[in-house]
């Protein structure tokens, strides 16, 4: 080991020009509380294995800003001497860059470090690596078939890369080696690229946390935070590179925090901005012309495919229900929407290597996706007809023709909307409740699979009927999807209706009503407030007294379903 005398000194003791010590966090840096940074030697920097000979030995509960600040000056220093080998070392561009990969190693070590030990202090009993393992068990079984937007093999090596760390004390030192090794990368894009994974994992850990009741994940409320907090910061680190140039990652790290921020604090603006991001990344990537996607690697492009039909499902359910505005809308595209539903060879997203799943799981997942998101795109362009009419019919100057043609438009949506609403899939009138082929122990994951996209279907279905005949109310339309304008007529169609949407509610698995979080929750709160409105409008008093009695069941499920949106709303 090298005697401190002829060590370097570190850059904030020549600016200072006083004495320096040379260890990896020097005293005087220690004591003003600064970071301690040395120059970048012309040759490649020191080998991992000496790392040890400086790394600290105390536990992850004890990591002090000043311990974490020395541990990740020598990851970064092998990061960036690795990553900025093809720069000429004097160059300003080459500085420029070295600093700036420094920089950001640094922060994702402290982030990581932090979480790890927020982890081992809440949650003793469990390693962080098992508790990662579990989520994307729990998220491939009760979100992947709403959500088809992560690989679950890459997020298994992941986990494995970032949480199956040392665990015996006297593996302490090559427990932070592993994580400065963690982030070691040879060039730019490669760096970027490792942050981004342990970003999209962070995220799906958060948005699993905050989602699944307890008995599936005990402590979700211990640790829910904690990844959700270093999502959003590692996230920062890079943010700026990955709005520049974005991939598969850059649209399902922010629709999965979208979804976990919703659910944890009940604050939809926030969680509405982030996700219009990643309809404004989708749409910089075209991703709505099937010719963007050419020459893509399999697995980005499968999951590019689908986060772009999921965002898209996600704003035409805004426009039908009014929450936000918008930014995936057929007439903000540049050329006609050609993305097709599947790639004609599709890579899948389960991973086989844990239990034997009949490849075909994943194919029949897909086809009842876009049987859902058909319904709202149909669902909005009922809605978007009765707008357009509205908006000609309260014209002076329109002509009759042109008003009756839009009716007719209009009552042809209808019946599209109402042919595809009529035609429920085999898969919706028989439920699934044995499956033969599967071997035992994947057999109820499997059938939990099923079961909860058949649960997904149904409230879609059942609240876009709610939804286009409230439209049709407002816009004074009802003629137009067969109704007539009587207020005791359309009441009881309102009744109806909803009487339908709250018995799909209570027949289904309670459990699956909790994993569709506020999705679902939004959905019971607009029907909920209609039928309020109803209650409290100079119709009858059975029309009224019935009304209120489905809007206090409505009531009672999402006080059950603890939704910290409806408390937002409430209070």
Known sequence: MTSPGKRQACMECRRRKVKCDGFPTCKNCHAAKAPCRYPIPQKRG?????????????????????????????????????????????????????????????????VHLDLLAGLLSETPSHTAASIADHCISLYTQYVFGAV??????????????????????????????????????????????????????????????????????????????????????????????????????????????????????????????????????????????????????????????????????????????KTRPVTIHEPLFERELTLKDHFQNPVPLFDRGQEQIDPGLECQLLERFHVIRRLWALAASVIQAMVSHSGRSSDPNNHTEISSASMAQVSEAYFELIILTNESPAWVRSPVKSSSGVPHGAEQRLLDILQRQRTTYLLNLHSIKVFVLNAAIQYGMTEAIGLSADPLTIATRQIELAQDFLNVLESVCFLHLQVEGEHCAEKIRHVGSLLLELAHSGLNEAVKSQANRCAMRLIDMLVRLDSRASDVVGQ
Request: some cysteine; aromatic content about 6%.
């Open 148 to 321: 088809p937007i992560c690989h679950e093999g890459r997020l298994r090596e992941t986990a494995n890369r970032f949480f199956n760390l040392p665990s015996s004390a006297d593996g302490l030192a090559d427990h932070h080696a592993r994580i400065w090794g963690s982030f070691a990368a040879d060039t730019e894009r490669e760096h970027i690229e490792i942050l981004r994974s342990l970003t999209l994992l962070t995220a799906l850990c958060a948005e699993v946390a905050y989602v699944v009741p307890e008995h599936l994940l005990p402590n979700k409320h211990l640790i829910g935070p904690l990844f959700l907090r270093a999502s959003r910061q590692t996230l920062r680190i890079y943010e700026d590179y990955d709005i520049e140039h974005p991939n598969y990652s850059s649209l399902s790290i922010r629709m999965l925090l979208s979804s976990a921020i919703q659910q944890a604090t009940g604050k939809q603006e926030v969680a509405f901005h982030i996700l219009n991001q990643a309809g404004l990344m989708a749409m910089q990537m075209r991703l709505y012309d099937e010719g963007s996607l050419a020459g893509l690697e399999p697995i980005e492009e499968n999951i590019l495919r689908n986060a772009f039909w999921q965002l898209y499902v996600c704003d035409k359910t805004a426009l039908v229900m």
């Open 46 to 110: 020191p080998k991992p294995v000496k790392l040890l000979d400086h790394s600290p030995r105390e536990s992850l509960e004890s990591t002090s800003p000043a311990t974490a600040s020395s541990v990740e000056s020598g990851g970064a220093g092998h990061l960036v001497a690795r990553g900025s080998s093809y720069l000429a070392s004097n160059s300003p561009l080459a500085k420029s860059a070295i600093e700036l990969l420094g920089s950001q190693t640094q922060t994702a070590s402290q």
